[in-house]
């Protein structure tokens, strides 16, 4: 099936998934070729859940022997948390695989899609997976937001309600969102060396606790002088929304091959409940239902 999409990218159906169409032949071709390292850090989101906000955490934590986190020349300050720890697709899209080689370890790569599409060398390779999703009401209005930042001049934005709809169904990028998580919830529970389960309220609930958690993950805890000398709270202000937000690239750079992704867009309000300003109490009340039902009995909740 096929569908004209949440905002204005068609979207399609493979194997109960649904993809933003033109990333479904680079995601095939990911499947076949992506050769995984063990020491590979590979971090797998829900759109529009933090990605970008994980991204320049475990950047700077994984590099922090390289790069003092201190607020002065750090690589984040100067180049875009998607520069320095690129999508999967993105490299195979610019037809850069090649580069992959070369990477240094570990190499730091994200991706949207589900467990059960990942290359399967990633399952095999014995790397580490942090998953990261968010309340999926606040995932949807902040997709919103993003594209209606990236609309393409003379394209028309699918109206809100007929997109809940749609996001009901499951159509959100690399959705339903509810078997998205399930996935890797799952996964979690019965491989937590491999797969750490991140949630973003959990991020702004407690950053510090969970970036020590990430470094335990990761294989590179933090010592008790890196604490005493506060290197996490360092992180903490590195990665902070306003700090980003005001990078000049995040500012006004762009990146992205077959749509043009405006760096600004994904730097927005950043916070909790944001949905309560544009979601009805009859819509959240449907939502609700599908999140429990389809939930259910897993342990997972919102
Ligand atoms: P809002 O639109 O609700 O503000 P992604 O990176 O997966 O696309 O997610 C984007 C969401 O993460 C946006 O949410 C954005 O504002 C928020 N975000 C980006 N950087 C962040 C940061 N440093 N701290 C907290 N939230 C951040």
Same mark, same amino acid.
């Given at each position: 099936?096929?569908?004209?999409?949440?905002?204005?990218?068609?979207?399609?159906?493979?194997?109960?998934?649904?993809?933003?169409?033109?990333?479904?032949?680079?995601?095939?071709?990911?499947?076949?070729?992506?050769?995984?390292?063990?020491?590979?850090?590979?971090?797998?989101?829900?759109?529009?859940?933090?990605?970008?906000?994980?991204?320049?955490?475990? =950047?700077?934590?994984?590099?922090?022997?390289?790069?003092?986190?201190?607020?002065?020349?750090?690589?984040?300050?100067?180049?875009?948390?998607?520069?320095?720890?690129?999508?999967?697709?993105?490299?195979?899209?610019?037809?850069?695989?090649?580069?992959?080689?070369?990477?240094?370890?570990?190499?730091?790569?994200?991706?949207?899609?589900?467990?059960?599409?990942?290359?399967?060398?990633?399952?095999?390779?014995?790397?580490?997976?942090?998953?990261?999703?968010?309340?999926?009401?606040?995932?949807?209005?902040?997709?919103?937001?993003?594209?209606?930042?990236?609309?393409?001049?003379?394209?028309?934005?699918?109206?809100?309600?007929?997109?809940?709809?749609? =996001?009901?169904?499951?159509?959100?990028?690399?959705?339903?969102?509810?078997?998205?998580?399930?996935?890797?919830?799952?996964?979690?529970?019965?491989?937590?060396?491999?797969?750490? =389960?991140?949630?973003?309220?959990?991020?702004?609930?407690?950053?510090?606790?969970?970036?020590?958690?990430?470094?335990?993950?990761?294989?590179?805890?933090?010592?008790?002088?890196?604490?005493?000398?506060?290197?996490?709270?360092?992180?903490?202000?590195?990665?902070?929304?306003?700090?980003?937000?005001?990078?000049?690239?995040?500012?006004?750079?762009?990146?992205?091959?077959?749509?043009?992704?405006?760096?600004?867009? =994904?730097?927005?309000?950043?916070?909790?409940?944001?949905?309560?300003?544009?979601?009805?109490?009859?819509?959240?009340?449907?939502?609700?239902?599908?999140?429990?039902?389809?939930?259910?009995?897993?342990?997972?909740?919102?």
């Amino acid at each position: 099936p096929r569908h004209k999409g949440l905002g204005f990218t068609p979207y399609c159906k493979y194997q109960n998934f649904w993809y933003p169409e033109h990333l479904l032949p680079v995601s095939l071709a990911m499947q076949d070729t992506f050769e995984s390292r063990p020491s590979d850090v590979i971090l797998a989101t829900m759109a529009k859940s933090g990605t970008t906000w994980l991204k320049a955490i475990v =950047f700077s934590i994984v590099n922090r022997y390289r790069y003092a986190t201190a607020l002065n020349n750090h690589p984040l300050l100067n180049s875009s948390p998607h520069d320095c720890f690129p999508f999967l697709h993105s490299i195979y899209e610019k037809n850069s695989q090649n580069n992959l080689e070369s990477m240094p370890s570990p190499r730091l790569l994200a991706e949207h899609l589900p467990f059960s599409h990942l290359p399967t060398s990633i399952i095999d390779s014995g790397c580490k997976i942090v998953y990261l999703c968010r309340n999926p009401k606040d995932a949807f209005v902040s997709l919103r937001h993003y594209l209606d930042k990236m609309m393409p001049i003379g394209c028309e934005m699918t109206p809100f309600d007929e997109s809940f709809d749609l =996001f009901c169904e499951g159509v959100f990028p690399f959705g339903p969102f509810w078997d998205h998580m399930l996935e890797y919830w799952k996964e979690s529970i019965k491989s937590p060396q491999k797969v750490l =389960f991140l949630k973003y309220e959990d991020l702004k609930e407690d950053l510090v606790g969970n970036i020590e958690r990430l470094g335990e993950f990761l294989g590179c805890p933090f010592s008790v002088d890196e604490v005493k000398r506060g290197v996490i709270e360092e992180i903490v202000k590195l990665c902070n929304i306003e700090t980003m937000k005001n990078v000049k690239i995040n500012k006004e750079g762009e990146h992205g091959k077959f749509v043009s992704f405006k760096n600004s867009a =994904f730097f927005r309000k950043g916070g909790i409940g944001d949905w309560k300003e544009h979601i009805t109490p009859d819509m959240a009340k449907r939502i609700d239902m599908i999140i429990e039902q389809k939930l259910h009995g897993s342990g997972l909740t919102f």
